[in-house]
């Protein structure tokens, strides 16, 4: 089975424009979370995506938006990018359905803002 | 908010024995997950605890104590494969079973 895929793999973007980033989950899964890792704050939560809905939500700004597609691939949107906003950005998938059901990550999408 | 500590910074011998700690300090705790990251690679889930005690799985033990707000993670018989960062996670009630709190993880160096 194919693990979590995310492109691309590294981003550089400018202040002030957007970015969208991809990620396709294991077959199956349903569930997609997107988190993002930064080394002094570690990995942070930022949003979850079910059967095409939000299903949970971290404490970012607005600037951050999600999606999920019919085929549960998802898209992450960071519009009005900040110097802040450098980090990796994880996504991860389940099937979304069992109370305990680990969280499969793809390798990321390292994104500067210069 | 949520307060999740681990040490920042290990090292250790091949063939060895380490325990990496995770303290915690949250309302409604629902789970915590033990990950390991190799440097430029996806976490890895490693080991899941609800309840107290210990679960072991190969090499790799992890313990909790729920009233204590306390986790270990203990790898036997070192190996410089295990060199990576390890991240300590904890799932709460009331904000969903895919929404973590990850604490900054511990890098662990094996050194022969």
């Known amino acids: 089975k194919a693990g979590v895929t995310q492109t691309p793999r590294y981003l550089i973007k400018t202040r002030g424009q957007q970015v969208t980033l991809s990620c396709s989950p294991i077959?199956?899964?349903?569930?997609v979370s997107w988190y993002q890792q930064t080394p002094g704050q570690g990995l942070q939560f930022l949003f979850e995506?079910?059967?095409?809905?939000?299903?949970n939500k971290g404490n970012f700004p607005g600037r951050f938006s999600g999606r999920q597609f019919s085929n549960s691939r998802s898209e992450m949107n960071v519009s009005t990018l900040e110097l802040g906003d450098s980090a990796l950005y994880l996504c991860?998938?389940?099937?979304?359905?069992?109370?305990?059901?680990?969280?499969?990550f793809g390798n990321g999408t390292r994104l500067t803002v210069t | 908010g949520q307060n999740i500590d681990q040490p920042t910074e290990m090292t250790a011998t091949e063939g060895a024995i380490v325990q990496i700690n995770c303290t915690y300090q949250t309302s409604g705790f629902n789970g915590l997950f033990w990950y390991q990251q190799h440097a430029g690679e996806a976490p890895t889930f490693l080991s899941y605890?609800?309840?107290?005690g210990l679960e072991e799985k190969g090499r790799f033990s992890s313990f909790l104590s729920r009233s204590k707000g306390y986790s270990y993670l203990l790898l036997k018989e070192l190996q410089m494969k295990d060199s990576a960062s390890y991240l300590c996670?904890?799932?709460?009630?009331?904000?969903?079973?895919?929404?973590?709190?990850f604490g900054t993880g511990t890098r662990l160096t094996v050194i022969p």
């Open positions: 995506y079910f059967s095409e809905t939000q299903r």
């Open positions: 605890n609800v309840l107290d």
């Open positions: 077959s199956g899964h349903r569930s």
């Open positions: 991860a998938s389940n099937t979304g359905r069992q109370e305990y059901s680990p969280l499969h």
């Open positions: 996670a904890v799932k709460l009630w009331e904000t969903g079973a895919n929404n973590l709190f």
